[in-house]
T-cell receptor, first 110, second 114 residues
Framework: GQQVMQIPQYQHVQEGEDFTTYCNSS?????IQWYKQRPGGHPVFLIQ???SGEVKKQKRLTFQFGEAKKNSSLHITATQTTDVGTYFCAYAGNNRKLIWGLGTSLAVNP | EAQVTQNPRYLITVTGKKLTVTCSQN?????MSWYRQDPGLGLRQIYY???????DKGDVPEGYKVSRKEKRNFPLILESPSPNQTSLYFCASSLRATFNQPQHFGDGTRLSIL
């Protein structure tokens, strides 16, 4: 079935280091969404990418959609302890369902 | 305040005792959905609803029922709960059922079935 691979599963960084999570699909995606879930919280929508090669920034977060629309990345510059959480990607499958990656859990050492 | 409200937030119950988790949204959203979240398995969709009186199975519907009689409410029913339904449950909604809409999540319901 449709699926998306999200890597890495876990990442542990020192505060101030950069962090990147990747979302890879074997099929072309119509769009991709990114969510953040803080420990004990619920997923919160961050952004949606639709166009091939699209790059969007939110302060220290940079989101990219690949030229072939088969992969996406979320890059955080100079992580802070407030960045701790699990980052999920999700895309619209062809069966009218959102397909979710398993998430990347980010831990930040102060 | 625009929000998705789930109740209860926590529930410990016993096998076989019917329970309902309520979900209500005040944003006039068409699309609503239930997920369960288990360690290592991510978010798995249980049921979704494209609009009033329109529901469909997600990836893990066994043991669950839903209804959508009003636009704002989408209750999740466990007729005969079993221990393998112990999980963290999220209700989510979006404005349209076109899948290019952000999903708005409730705070979650942690269910323990003994």
């Amino acid at each position: 079935g449709q699926q998306v691979m999200q890597i890495p599963q876990y990442q542990h960084v020192q505060e101030g280091e950069d962090f990147t999570t990747y979302c890879n699909s074997s099929t072309t995606l119509s769009n991709i969404q990114w969510y953040k879930q803080r420990p004990g919280g619920h997923p919160v929508f961050l952004i949606q990418l639709v166009k091939s090669g699209e790059v969007k920034k939110q302060k220290r977060l940079t989101f990219q959609f690949g030229e072939a629309k088969k992969n996406s990345s979320l890059h955080i510059t100079a992580t802070q302890t407030t960045d701790v959480g699990t980052y999920f990607c999700a895309y619209a499958g062809n069966n009218r369902k959102l397909i979710w990656g398993l998430g990347t859990s980010l831990a930040v050492n102060p | 305040e625009a929000q998705v409200t789930q109740n209860p937030r926590y529930l410990i119950t016993v096998t076989g005792k019917k329970l309902t988790v309520t979900c209500s949204q005040n944003m006039n959203h068409e699309y609503m959905s239930w997920y369960r979240q288990d360690p290592g398995l991510g978010l798995r969709q249980i049921y979704y609803s494209m609009n009033v009186e329109v529901t469909d199975k997600g990836d893990v519907p066994e043991g669950y029922k839903v209804s959508r009689k009003e636009k704002r409410n989408f209750p999740l029913i466990l007729e005969s709960p079993s221990p393998n339904q112990t999980s963290l449950y999220f209700c989510a909604s979006s404005l349209r059922a076109t899948f290019n809409q952000p999903q708005h999540f409730g705070d979650g319901t942690r269910l323990s079935i003994l």
